[in-house]
């Protein structure tokens, strides 16, 4: 079946460690996303990558870092400068037609102490 | 710029009630509107989407949307509840600041829905 492959589901670091998630997908999908969610504020966009190779800030980029050297992956590493790591972390793929919805990984959640 | 409210972050209805939740939206262009369904620990499932046509869109479990421009709404419904709808619903609006092809969305805050027995 296709899908999205988030790992590990859970993930828990000290503080001060970069740690990087793993967002794997084979729908065929050109363009990758990865949202970050806390209760009570919905998802907000962290980066976004239309095509292989490229990749462009979202709404919170800071303190994230990403890479799209594959079709198929788009991992995503919390760095020590983001301040508040400790979150709900979901990856999203789409095809190209701009109303194409968005299918989710089923997260990871990070826990950083 | 786009952004989207949804009204009420918790809802409670009794299994064989109406479900509504309630979802408003701004944007300066013509909106491709979505709702998506999240269980505990699991990422989200798309319900429904408007994009042109029919404002009343029907999507999976047997929930339906109406696109109002006049009112800017988008409210999610179902007939009736059932127990396995006890879930968190967000509504989302295509997020077109940046163009280009890609089908970035801005989320609402989410609405938890409770279906009591």
């Known amino acids: 079946d296709g899908g999205i492959t988030q790992s590990p589901k859970y993930l828990f670091r000290k503080e001060g460690q970069n740690v990087t998630l793993s967002c794997e997908q084979n729908?065929?999908?050109?363009?990758m996303y990865w949202y970050r969610q806390d209760p009570g504020q919905g998802l907000r966009l962290i980066y976004y990558s239309q095509i292989v190779n490229d990749f462009q800030k979202g709404d919170i980029a800071e303190g994230y870092s990403v890479s799209r050297e594959k079709k198929e992956s788009f991992p995503l590493t919390v760095t020590s400068a983001q301040k508040n790591p400790t979150a709900f972390y979901l990856c999203?793929?789409?095809?190209?037609?701009?109303?194409?919805?968005?299918?989710f990984g089923n997260g990871t959640r990070l826990t950083v102490t | 710029a786009q952004s989207v409210t949804q009204l009420g972050s918790h809802v409670s209805v009794s299994e064989g009630a109406l479900v509504l939740l309630r979802c408003n939206y701004s944007?300066?262009?013509?909106?491709?509107l979505f709702w998506y369904v999240q269980y505990p620990n699991q990422g989200l499932q798309l319900l429904l989407k408007y994009t042109t046509g029919a404002t009343l869109v029907k999507g999976i479990n047997g929930f339906e949307a109406e696109f109002k421009k006049s009112e800017t709404s988008f409210h999610l419904t179902k007939p009736s509840a059932h127990m396995s709808d006890a879930a968190e619903y967000f509504c989302?609006?295509?997020?077109?600041?940046?163009?280009?092809?890609?089908?970035?969305?801005?989320f609402g805050t989410g609405t938890l829905l409770a279906v009591q027995p």
């Open positions: 999203a793929s789409s095809g190209q037609l701009d109303n194409s919805p968005l299918h």
């Open positions: 729908l065929n999908h050109d363009a």
């Open positions: 944007s300066s262009v013509p909106p491709y």
């Open positions: 989302a609006v295509s997020d077109q600041r940046y163009g280009g092809a890609t089908n970035k969305l801005i």
